[in-house]
């Protein structure tokens, strides 16, 4: 029963692939978590697999008002992390990304009625060219006063933000910085000299990215965030801040309470870190647990049973029973809590064919 609901579970959260890496060597638990959902468009059933019936987005905030949880920016939530601080039980954070028009004229009034803060990863190039699906400087000046908060999604929305197989290292790092820096700076102009500066925050495009542009944006000083599902907590990898996608096909009322109510899956560290697929398909992923996982149940994107070899109580080795086709896949591993919960991990794969 319990391998039939966490199969359930994959197939209510398969959206978008996930990857974490190496988590800090001691987990403090006591430091609570927090739980971060990302949104795209609002009330647009021409991009289903990006869009949000506006009815479901309206069940999301009344569950969150109803049940008291602390709706938190995403800043404020990585700030905690980074000052050692504790969260408060049940906290969510709500973000966005793209600035589609919709987010102004439709999901903005409804969070704003509830008072709810929240943070939209911003493309620039879109905006300043007054794209007529795009928000606009002035719509953000006025969210902003109102709970609204901007952060860095890149200028141009590039297809990759990894290397090219003909691209330079040189030309690479030349592209990403510029798509980072030139957003960074429209944003500052626009929105204010402090606009995400505390911390910096970046969502990658289409949320892929390597260890290389991991630690480009470690060395610019951002956090990185992706569009996977996870739960955040101390032991996050701030190049790779995992979110629960939202949709009309995986924002249904139960699966939106199944996910702002996940734990994070005490992970020590994973190998290999980066998620490009080399020549080994399907890859092998080795996790270390920072202590033993009762009924840990591990899928693929498609909610395929993987084969799971465990080196010990605390170590497992985990491989899909078929080849991974691209251009994304998912490893995922789930647990049942003793409160009805469950706890959750995901590492993204990229396969380039």
Request: proline share 5%.
């Amino acid at each position: 029963m319990r391998r039939v609901i966490s199969l359930l579970i994959y197939l209510l959260v398969s959206n978008v692939v996930v990857f974490a890496t190496d988590t800090k060597e001691s987990l403090d638990e006591n430091l609570g978590h927090a739980v971060v959902l990302t949104y795209h468009r609002f009330g647009n059933s021409k991009y289903k697999s990006t869009n949000i019936k506006l009815e479901q987005f309206e069940q999301h905030l009344q569950y969150l008002q109803d049940n008291n949880y602390t709706v938190w920016p995403l800043s404020k939530v990585i700030s905690t992390i980074l000052e050692g601080k504790k969260f408060p039980p049940k906290t969510v954070a709500i973000t966005v990304d793209d600035a589609y028009k919709t987010t102004y004229t439709n999901a903005y009034p409804r969070l704003k009625a509830k008072k709810f803060p929240f943070t939209v990863f911003v493309s620039t190039h879109s905006v300043d060219v007054k794209s007529k699906n795009y928000m606009s400087w002035d719509n953000m000046r006025e969210m902003s006063l109102n709970g609204g908060e901007f952060a860095n999604h890149s200028l141009n929305h590039p297809a990759y933000m990894t290397r090219g197989d003909s691209e330079s290292r040189e030309d690479w790092e030349r592209r990403a910085r510029k798509e980072i820096e030139k957003a960074q700076t429209r944003l500052q102009k626009e929105l204010g000299a402090t606009t995400n500066t505390q911390p910096k925050l970046f969502s990658y495009p289409f949320g892929e990215y390597n260890q290389e542009v991991a630690d480009l944006l470690k060395e610019l000083d951002y956090v990185g965030v992706v569009q996977t599902s996870g739960v955040v907590d101390a032991s996050s990898d701030l190049r790779a801040v995992p979110r629960f996608p939202m949709s009309e096909i995986f924002g249904t009322k139960k699966g939106f309470i199944l996910k702002v109510n996940t734990l994070p899956l005490a992970v020590k560290s994973i190998t290999p870190r980066d998620p490009l697929v080399g020549l080994q398909n399907p890859p092998l992923l080795n996790i270390k647990l920072q202590h033993p996982i009762i009924n840990l149940g591990c899928f693929t994107a498609n909610g395929d049973k993987m084969d799971m070899e465990w080196v010990s109580k605390t170590e497992l080795n985990i491989k899909a029973k078929s080849k991974l086709k691209g251009p994304r896949d998912r490893y995922t591993c789930t647990a049942p809590a003793k409160d009805g919960r469950w706890y959750w991990y995901s590492h993204l794969w990229i396969i380039k064919e």
